[in-house]
């Protein structure tokens, strides 16, 4: 899979773990994963991250996920994107991080590749149905 040769991209927390974990789609997200220059990656993602890395993989996994995760640009929850996801969130009935990382991929014009469900369909976002393990 290409990821977005003109633009910024996000992978939600779904995406990441699946990688890591080397899960059945995780070579749909090597793409934008293997382009640092244009990955943007919240933060809430990278706590959403190493919490199910530490959880099935251990502490050095967990880490070595989070280092990989620094090599795209970090954007942190700043008080006026924490309000436009809550706006996002309750519009959209989603929850806090999907809010979050929503308000991110708008904010910065990145196409978000995901396996949650909660965003097929919307605009700019690239949504992979996951698959049975």
């Not at 097929?120 to 976002?125: F, I, M, R, S, Y």
């Amino acid at each position: 899979m290409i990821a977005d040769v003109n633009g910024l991209n996000i992978v939600d927390s779904s995406g990441w773990i699946e990688y890591f974990t080397d899960g059945p789609n995780a070579g749909r997200f090597a793409g934008p994963l293997s382009d640092p220059d244009r990955l943007v990656v919240p933060t809430v993602t990278v706590h959403e991250v190493f919490k199910v890395v530490l959880r099935r993989r251990g502490e050095n996994d967990a880490l070595r996920a989070a280092a990989a995760m620094s090599h795209g640009r970090e954007i942190p929850l700043t008080n006026a994107l924490a309000l436009e996801a809550a706006r996002l969130a309750h519009r959209m009935n989603l929850a806090m991080a999907d809010g979050i990382i929503l308000a991110t991929a708008r904010l910065t014009a990145a196409k978000l590749w995901t396996q949650d469900a909660d965003f097929e369909g919307l605009a700019n976002v690239r949504y992979i149905p996951r698959l049975p393990e």
